[in-house]
T-cell receptor, first 113, second 114 residues
């Protein structure tokens, strides 16, 4: 499998549930990113990991918790979400910190009831 | 902070029409500029990029020129096809490097009618 993959592609959860989104890149990259895409708003950068270290947390609420166990995998753990958190969550990767070109996964469509 | 402004649309054109999607930006330093495209149900794909002033990025018949004097990176295509229907995002990366992520515009929904 090539490129950036995300699972699940669709997720429906209640406000009290705990779930996780998974991202995997098969490109040999060292930087990984989480973005949130909501209707009528620009993509919002949430988290950045560079060589497994978190380098940016863009004022994201603590109900979103990222994890990067290695350069190929990135998780987003979700708990006690709100309906306004419903969105498309996109994962991306880039070769290294000095390379700006990012490759995106297909996204996870999250609905919070 | 950095920001990107682009026309939101939807932009509706007939097949073979000329396309322009405007994009202007605000950034410190010398950012790299990108156009990404998102087809229905898919993630974003890099369409083209330019890393310094006066560079022209091109791909699949699309072009955009990095204009520092007008802080613009307008996307153009001479003859659009139905398959070009998608959402197009203009984005920039600060000159500090890719680890900071990209700053995106809101996206322009393009609809091409046969």
């Amino acid at each position: 499998e090539t490129g950036v993959t995300q699972t699940p592609r669709h997720l429906v959860m209640g406000m009290t549930n705990k779930k996780s989104l998974k991202c995997e890149q098969h490109l040999g990259h060292n930087a990984m990113y989480w973005y949130k895409q909501s209707a009528k708003k620009p993509l919002e950068l949430m988290f950045v990991y560079n060589f497994k270290e978190q380098t940016e947390n863009n004022s994201v609420p603590s109900r979103f918790s990222p994890e990067c166990p290695n350069s190929s995998h990135l998780f987003l753990h979700l708990h006690t979400l709100q309906p306004e958190d419903s969105a498309l969550y996109l994962c991306a990767s880039s070769l290294r910190a000095s390379v700006n070109e990012q490759f995106f996964g297909p996204g996870t469509r999250l609905t919070v009831l | 902070g950095d920001s990107v402004t682009q026309m939101e649309g939807p932009v509706t054109l007939s097949e073979e029409a000329f396309l322009t999607i405007n994009c202007t930006y605000t950034a410190t330093g010398y950012p790299s500029l990108f156009w990404y495209v998102q087809y229905p149900g898919e993630g974003l794909q890099l369409l083209l990029k330019a890393t310094k002033a006066d560079d022209k990025g091109s791909n699949k018949g699309f072009e955009a020129t990095y204009r520092k004097e007008t802080t613009s990176f307008h996307l153009e295509k001479g003859s659009v096809q139905v398959s070009d229907s998608a959402v197009y995002f203009c984005a920039l990366s600060s000159s500090g490097g890719g680890a900071d992520g990209l700053t995106f515009g809101k996206g322009t929904h393009l609809i091409i009618q046969p």
